[in-house]
């Protein structure tokens, strides 16, 4: 059984910087990619980032500010937030493609506010 378990998010102030976690656990082998959503209240769940192989892409919103990283071990993705924007509030959510199937985490709140 595979489960995806989130950390990181919280409150920080516009300006400020955040790193999310996801570490993928149970018979996880292969993962084929490695994303993150996001979705504020009243909005649709929107694409992130993601890791395809060796191939990494970005949201247009946030292309300059966040980026996506994972372990040695390859289980655990990273999503390095900079410069967050009130904007930048939502739940977040990671995404995992494992085995030909779709995981995802429980989600975790950013806040972004003075």
């Known amino acids: 059984q595979v489960h995806l378990v989130e950390s990181g998010g919280g409150l920080v102030q516009p300006g400020g910087s955040l790193r999310l976690s996801c570490e993928a656990t149970g018979n996880i082998w292969p993962i084929s990619t490695m994303a993150w959503y996001r979705q504020a209240p009243g909005k649709e769940r929107e694409f992130v980032a993601g890791?395809?192989?060796?191939?990494?892409k970005l949201g247009d919103s946030v292309r300059d500010r966040f980026t996506i990283s994972r372990d040695k071990a390859a289980k655990t993705s990273y999503l390095q937030m900079n410069n967050l924007k009130p904007e930048d509030a939502a739940i977040y959510y990671c995404?995992?493609?494992?085995?030909?199937?779709?995981?995802w985490g429980q989600g975790t709140q950013v806040t972004v506010s003075s």
């Open positions: 995404h995992m493609l494992i085995r030909g199937h779709e995981y």
């Open positions: 890791r395809y192989g060796g191939a990494v």
